[in-house]
């Protein structure tokens, strides 16, 4: 550590509003010293002189003034979340209370923490790997359960566990060549070249098992990418309010009410939607309604899930068969929305004229690989008659039904996955090493490379600047 990150900080740890609790904490070697000086308890003692994670009741001084009624608790290092001597004050929740408090313990000597500074000390001190570290921010930042659970299971250290196995196999191997270059008359590397290839596709199964896992991980931290399309006036508008469970759409009779994109975030059965409702698709001399359809069309192009809406009451037409197009090779839902009606459109009618209208390279790898055409359910936005169907399809659909924490590992960082990224193509580079017959130095050359990369995602090679980027993303307070 350098003199800065040697020196008190102070912040408040609760969101700033009116509540019952605000919490007000303090890291570093002098923090019980200033905790003790602006501390008044009912019995004459110091904080200094307490044990370990005690509690103490008293008040907070500024002087003569009494700020608040508190309970102070006491932390020594190195049992403590950042390693050092850690004060928290847990205070009456007022925004004044808890910034009066802040502002007389740096006045008595602590400087203003920086975003993620308590996680920085708690890396710095070897409390916690950089993978769980960045774990810290996405735990706090967890918008469904699935995220949660994901972000505890890498603060348990499943990441760090099976980077340090993949390094510790590399670091092996790098050993064993550098010993026997340097002693050939008693290690011999004749055939080593084999033994290796085989731990080196092992290690790189491993790492492309890694990377496969990021989508999903991103899914869970960030939410699926969701777009909802279909013709004017066939219910998509509907169909938010039904999700959101609130009126946030404007729906009417009136085709083509919906000219831009409505954004909103909601959660089904634990999983996380980013969902979009678009304008009606159509041909339009409307120049605003125009643009709305253009962006429909760009959102769906990009998005992880798309939720084609079909009017069952009426027939398809060119419209709906240009959004079948839209869905070819993508996630995609069909709903029969108006079950409630008499149906003009049915699941059948809908295959045929899906199949007729996607190119031809998406109809041979359905045939091929034996694949399904989207699904397709029926549903009624007005009487909420088949949202718990959708909802359980769209579970199924990115995660197969059912996610495990236990052993499962979801890459959820992207910073990470780059890391993973370049130590697949160093140890790509070792297998086309040693297929060309390579001197066994080369060999060397490329696991360390993969070693330092995978040593990034611990934090173990890794630069101050970047440290200091990571941990500037980090809320206040922690």
Known sequence: MNISERTTIAAISTAMSTSGIGIVRMSGEEAFAIADSVYQGKKEK???????????????????????????????????????????????????????????????????????????????????????????????????????????????????????????????HTAFIESALDDPEHISVDGYGEKLEGSVREMIEDLSLLISSSDNGRILKEGINTVIVGKPNVGKSSLLNVLIGEERAIVTDIAGTTRDVLEEHINLQGISLNIMDTAGIRETSDVVEKIGVDRAREFAEKADLVIHVIDSSAALDENDREIFQMLSGKKSVILLNKSDLEQKVTEEIVKKEYFASIPAKYKNEIEEKNQKIPEIIGISAKNRQGIQTLEETLKNMFFEGNLSFNDEIYITNVRQKAALQDAKEALLQVLESIRNGMPEDFYSIDLMAAYEALGSITGETIGEDLVNEIFSKFCMGK
């Open 46 to 172: 110091r904080l200094k002189d307490q044990k370990s994670h005690t509690i103490h009741y008293g008040y907070i001084k500024d002087g003569e003034e009494t700020i608040d009624e508190v309970l102070v608790m006491l932390m020594r290092g190195p049992h403590s979340y950042t390693g050092e001597d850690t004060v928290e004050i847990n205070c009456h929740g007022g925004v004044y209370v808890v910034k009066r408090i802040l502002e007389l313990l740096i006045k008595k000597g602590a400087r203003p923490a920086g975003p993620g500074e308590f996680t920085k000390r708690a890396f710095l001190n070897g409390r916690m790997d950089l993978s769980q570290a960045e774990a810290v921010g996405d735990l706090i930042a967890s918008k469904n359960e699935y995220a949660l659970q994901s972000s505890v299971s890498q603060l348990k250290g499943n990441i760090k566990k099976k980077i340090s196995d993949i390094r510790n196999k590399i670091i092996y």
